[in-house]
């Protein structure tokens, strides 16, 4: 089924300056949704990662803490 939608002349313009000459509308925004749904699975990703990291040197740090015994002899 198609359909149409209508858009601001702007984002038509845009548009136009992204599509190849035998490429369609429908082509362009399709390839502007992989490519943002390519990006968002790609933010996650670091995201997670990053969280991994912090965890790990939250770890370590609460290590270094429990290997002190006494914090009576703790230089402040």
Do not use: H, P
Not at 24 to 34: K, S
């Amino acid at each position: 089924m198609v359909t149409t939608i209508q858009l601001n002349e702007d984002v038509k313009n845009e548009l136009s300056k992204i599509k190849s000459s035998k490429e369609t509308y429908e082509q362009v925004i399709i390839n502007l949704i992989r490519f943002a749904e390519k990006v968002k699975r790609e933010q996650k990703k670091l995201l997670i990662e990053g969280c991994k990291e912090m965890a790990k040197e939250s770890m370590k740090i609460t290590k270094e803490f429990e290997s002190i015994e006494n914090l009576k002899d703790w230089e402040w």
